[in-house]
């Protein structure tokens, strides 16, 4: 009989279920979770270390706990992730961190003085007085006992359960070098006054073994700090997609009555109201009322869309004006909204080959070395005879191979390339998907809020014969200035600023989809589309009318203006185009980059727009689930793709992209889904952000081709002998100076602006 629990049964249907992780310390602890879960029967399991969840496949009538068991079984904690307790994980993401930046801070206080002090007495002797091993045990006990603990405690979880990790190697050298320097330094004679320089430093009789100790705690503490903050803003765009929902809803009762519910308990078929300024709970159909629906926060589009009966809504939009009655016809995990955010659950479960193949290394890494030194330690002692000796050198290879500039190698260059990142308007958010920007080929931009502004503006006026332009821009923005629409406030605001005070409108009247009416210095004033006029049987002018066609067909925005009963003019409105925008295409064409244009606006308009700054391609009238489609089909044609947006339909495509860019202009939806934030309004910082990620990358692999390197050729070193432990613990201490030092070329990154060339495009 297999000991591993059964999931199988005779079915053919699958479900996928999410767990939290817990308890996992490094690399090697996310290849254990995902071993012991698909040794399962019927199960396929993924683990992301930096997310700290797995991704599993069941078979459908399996049970979830068979799955947190195995997890526990194999030394760590697990909880099904359910929307109720969408925040739990994030809670004890944040109070990990909390905890290790309080260890960390002790550590940093008592190593800096133990350190001095190890020096000092390491070479000049005299200075040692009664007593002097008691001080440093006192500066030494809390870094390696208190703030090491969770190196301790983990390595003890790993040995009970017969396996080991990163935490195994830093807590045996931690244990080792301290026990071993309480020895030397109780046990062994005095040095002697007259000894050399040299001598001292070979043979310092413990007192750096503390040092070495405490060091080691406070590199890896502070790599392990860096790695949590990280992992805590992992799941901060799926919170940001849930906080969009409304969290209650006003039920229509049959009697006519009202009752307040939780979203939770809204059922199809209920109809619910829906005020000016609120948010639609759920999609649903409208039975009653007409409003203005603020989309942006969907479908990342400036313009708002009028609803009446009939029509659909989507939950999570907002009311501008009007007052709607809905009749739910999703609700829960059918919703668009749900269905936004199971995309961008899927779209980070994915693995980045830099962690997959710190995943492969750490498997063998830390049992490979713990042999090493336990040889080393039986070879000598079977040559020399020496167990001070064989320890020594046991104890070297320990040290040398603690992996200090392995977690420095990432949140080092990450440091040192947000900073720079700063000073170009770029922010980098992690190391996951940098290794994808060497392959980059193709940025797909979002249109509304990223090339454009987003925000409608008066571009263009034709007005009739004899008619004075400025009385036009009075009439009508007196008018439109009394309405909440975007497209009325862009024609207000433009009257305003160009002429200053505008009368008062009176008997202001809107017509639902159509414009609005009313009367300015006693004359009556129509504004609105074409189909407005001819329903009141005025006609256009031919040349105003051929004119509102081309603009039309441009993709601008057309406002006809009338008073009396006569057409004076036709405005243009348009979402203008970002002035940096053309320099930035520009710019991915010279790095080599194919560009497109993906918007859910009509073709048109996406057509005008590409056409103005360059982008060689354009996507239009794409629903927002099929954002994350186009970009799938770009991959699968073997592209790599960027893609750069700020709206929160975007926010699945940027986690699908094997590299996301958001504009710090954008809802925080996009932000947090995105691998890069732009935070400088010059579209430009997109190229320079392509360009800093391949930096970074570059600078990473350095890193650990060194790290690794480092140890490859230190090991057998130490395990011949030629290594002291101190010597060890000064190497170590020079390998992670070197990680430092080549990250901290990052702050010299040139701009694009500056340095922009074809060849870039290959770094």
Known sequence: MSATPSLTEETATERDVELAVSGMTCAACAVRVERKLNKLDGVRASVNYATARASVTVPAPADDDVLTETVQKAGYSAEVIRPAAADEPAAHSEDRTRDLWRRLVVSVLLFVPLADLAILFTVMPAARFPGWQWLLVALALPVAGWSAWPFHRAAFVNARHGSSSMDTLVSIGITAAGVWSLYAMFTSADVTSDASGLWLLLNSKGVAYLEV?????????AG???????????????????????????VLLEDGSQRDIAIEHLQVGQRFLTRPGGTIATDGRVVEGQAAIDCSSMTGESVPLEVAAGDEVTGGTVVSNGRLVVEATRVGRDTQLAAMVRLVEEAQTGKAAVQRMADRISAYFVPTVLVLALLTFSGWLLVDGSVERSFTAALSVLII?????????????????????AQLGIFLKGYQALESTRAIDTVVFDKTGTVTSGRMSLVDVSCADDVDRAEVLRLAGALEEASEHAVAAAIGSAARTELGELPQVERFTNEPGLG????????????????????????IPPELDRQREQWEQQGRTTVVIGCDGRVLAVLALADLVKPSAERAVRELHRLGLRTVLLTGDNAATASAVAGEVGIEETI???????????????????????????????????????????????????????????????????????????????????????????????????????LNPLIAGGAMALSSGFVVSNSLRLRRFPSGATSASPGTASA
């Open 213 to 221: 100790a405490a060091g080691v705690t406070t590199f890896v503490l």
């Open 620 to 722: 239009a009238e794409v629903l927002p689930g099929e954002k994350v489609d186009v970009v799938r089909g770009l991959q699968s044609e073997g592209r790599a793709v960027a893609v750069v947006g700020d709206g929160v339909n975007d926010a699945p495509a940027l986690a699908t992209a094997d590299l996301g860019l958001a504009v710090v202009a954008g809802t925080d939806v996009a932000i947090k889904a995105a691998d890069l934030i732009l935070v400088r309004e010059d579209l430009t910082a997109a190229p320079d952000a392509i360009k800093l990620a391949r930096g970074t990358l570059r600078t990473i692999r350095g890193n650990l081709v060194w790290a690794f390197g480092y140890n490859v050729a230190a090991i057998p070193l130490a395990m011949l002998g030629l």
């Open 401 to 421: 191979a603690c992996p200090c500039a392995l977690g420095l190698a990432t949140p080092t260059a990450l440091m040192a390339a947000s900073g720079r990142g």
């Open 516 to 539: 609005a009416a009313g009367v300015v210095d006693a004359h009556e004033v129509l504004a609105g589309r074409a189909k407005l006029f001819t329903e009141r049987g005025l006609g």
């Open 224 to 250: 392990r700090y860096f790695e949590a903050r990280a992992q805590r803003k992992a799941g901060g765009a799926l919170r940001a997609l849930a906080e969009l929902s409304a969290k209650s809803a006003t």
